[in-house]
């Protein structure tokens, strides 16, 4: 199964352009939508979701025309989008038996093995009869994640999940996205680096509606070997560096600044650093660097 996007582009009333021709294929497995806020992610996943029209471009899965077979899309398709509010205070089994309903799944021995599948999938078996109401952002987060599958689907599409979940949380959130992802599609998008360098098998870096990289994390890291350079400097020398050198990021650390530049070869007084890939991920931002 492969998602291939061409040509996408959108622009908004307001005259904000979200999307400029994008192009991005999207392999099985976990892949992950790596963009700043505002950088077009929920855009694009909205566009995919069929929820929202794009002005110009094509979505294919596999044989599926997305933009126009919406109908067909939407019953192989999960969404669990940004805002997913589950205050209710109803149970996490009822309002999965609830939501299963609407999808048309009428016997009721069918719904009971099909919800308690889920709820163990995403490991709130445990907490089944719990309200909703009770259920922390983690929970909530997995809770959704399980009726974005209630109807099987073979693309799951998670906009910006991991946002406010404590590490704790965020890990066993992760952990469970990485284990659907041997199954369906998954695409995540996030703002966080660390998602993606965690789980993910492939990748996209987009900023200001354009794609800046496609690949895989691991040789995205290896595009900048001997290419990033570190330093500690003070506060106070912070400026003439960013006027001098292509600053990636600065971390305080006992008063004063790690930096961590790019450049070709080393640029004087710095030592060479192994890169990670948050420094892809600002390199590409501030178009240092692009594949695409
Ligand atoms: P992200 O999900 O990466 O934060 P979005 O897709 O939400 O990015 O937004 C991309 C750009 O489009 C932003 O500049 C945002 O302000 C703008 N935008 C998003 N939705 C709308 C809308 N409904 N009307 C006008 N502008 C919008």
Known sequence: MELKISNLSKTYSNGVQALKDINLTIPNGLFGLLGPNGA??????????????????S?????LDVLKEKHEVRK???????????YSNITAEEMLSHIAVLKGVVDKSIRKSLTSRLLEQTNLFEFRNKKLASF?????????VAQA???NPKILIVDEPTAGLDPAERKRFLNMLSEIGEQVVVILSTHIVDDVADI??????ISKGEVKYIGKPR????????????????????????????????????????????HDEN???FEPAVPELEDVYFAAIHNYISNN
């Open 40 to 57: 077009g992610k929920s855009t694009l996943m909205r566009t995919i979701a069929t929820l929202q029209e794009a002005d110009r471009g």
């Open 59 to 63: 979505v294919f899965l596999d044989g």
């Open 76 to 86: 192989i398709l999960g969404y669990l989008p940004q805002e997913f509010g589950t």
């Open 136 to 144: 922390s952002g983690g929970m909530k987060q997995r809770f959704g």
């Open 149 to 151: 599958l209630l109807g």
């Open 200 to 205: 993910c098998t492939s990748m996209s870096i």
């Open 219 to 262: 040789e995205a890291v290896g595009l900048l070997r001997g290419k990033v350079w570190k330093k500690t400097i003070t506060k106070g020398e912070e400026k003439s560096y960013k006027e001098s050198y292509k600053i990636l990021s600065g971390k305080f650390a006992d008063g004063m600044v790690d930096i961590h530049v790019y």
């Open 267 to 269: 640029p004087g007084v």
